[in-house]
């Protein structure tokens, strides 16, 4: 090859990987990192990423060069010089693509092995999800039970996740990790939390009329922050369930069902605004023109009965007349609260 024509090829090559880098690195593709797992998947897109940017300006180079140089003059009818082949070249474009796909396949390998990495010491949280809501369970702490993901900064956390109805998927774009949950088995993943903050729970598989109201919250608090958090969510718990309205089975059944993740409920300590806010029954039920107890009970086995206004039927999941109906008594009263 002449040395003019590998400098040309060379300068349109280093044009190209410029203008591929520029749009890898000043467009904020993935979000900055918030887990261990996160760094190790950005790492793979990096390293992908890099091997794309060379060939791709190799492959521009090449093209661009032999568009301009072999291109056919207006008045050239003559047929193509007869080539069979570079074996040398062959043997290159076959091993050299063979190697760069074996290292990719190897580092996706390494780094899936990590992620999936649980050490000894470390937090469980079951995840319940259901149209259209999730809920989150401490087994270390009595089953405490709660809407958003409270998690403790740099301690492993294995997520065992199930689903009630449908297909649903849990993801954390800052974690970097999705997984879905499969009605009938339960799927794990495991987070390592680098990084303090509030992050989206968002449900990344589409799982019916709810499906962009699925979301929830993450968050990741100092160990100390987190002890305390659980710490008042007991004593919360402990003292609703003295509480007049008998808090204690209806508080319970509110939270396993995940209530807490669509509804505000003051008694229950949720703030979530997916659903009407229950703190306001009393008047809804004058709205419906039916007593509080009978309105509520029938809010819950048959939601479509009456949509206050502002909200959206077949929203909420119409799963809750197959509760057992003592769990549905104590629901009902503890969210009429004693009233009538
Ligand atoms: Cu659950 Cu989409």
Same mark, same amino acid.
């Given at each position: 090859m002449r040395r003019g024509v590998l400098v040309r090829l060379v300068a349109v090559g280093l044009a190209a990987a410029a203008v591929a880098s520029a749009v890898a690195f000043f467009v904020p593709w993935l979000p900055t990192p918030a887990s261990k797992q996160a760094d190790r998947i950005d790492f793979v897109f990096w390293f992908v990423t890099g091997i794309s940017i060379a060939i791709f300006a190799l492959v521009v180079a090449v093209i661009l060069y032999s568009v301009v140089r072999f291109r056919a003059r207006p008045d050239d009818d003559s047929d193509g010089a007869p080539i069979h082949g570079n074996t040398g070249l062959e043997i290159a474009w076959t091993a050299f693509p063979a190697v760069l796909v074996t290292a990719v396949a190897v580092v996706s390998a390494v780094a899936l092995a990590q992620n999936e990495n649980l050490p000894k010491k470390h937090l469980q949280v079951n995840v319940l999800a259901q149209q259209f809501a999730w809920s989150f369970s401490y087994p270390k702490y009595?089953? =405490?039970?709660?809407?958003a993901l409270h998690l403790p900064l740099n301690e492993a956390v294995e997520l065992k996740m199930r689903s009630k109805d449908v297909i649903h998927s849990f993801w954390v774009p800052q974690f970097g990790q999705k997984q879905d949950l499969v009605p009938g088995i339960t799927t794990k993943l495991v987070i390592t939390p680098k990084r303090l903050g509030t992050y989206p729970v968002v449900c990344?598989? =589409?799982?019916?009329?709810?499906h962009a109201l699925m979301r929830s919250e993450a968050i990741v608090m100092k160990p100390t922050a987190f002890a305390s958090w659980v710490k008042a969510q007991e004593r919360a718990a402990a003292k609703a369930s003295q509480g007049p309205s008998g808090g204690g089975p209806g508080l319970a059944v509110f939270n396993s069902n995940g209530c807490s993740g669509c509804h505000t409920f003051k008694p229950a300590g949720s703030t979530a605004t997916t659903g009407p806010d229950l703190d306001n029954l009393p008047a809804d039920a004058r709205r419906a023109g039916k007593p509080l107890s009978a309105f509520v009970r029938e809010s819950i086995v048959d939601p479509n009965a009456y949509i206050e206004k502002g909200y959206q039927p077949n929203?909420?999941?119409?799963?809750?007349?197959?509760?057992?109906k003592q769990q549905l008594d104590a629901l009902v009263q503890f969210l009429i609260g004693g009233k009538k």
């Open positions: 009595k089953g =405490l039970t709660v809407s990344t598989e =589409l799982c019916g009329e709810g929203i909420m999941p119409s799963t809750f007349k197959s509760l057992p």
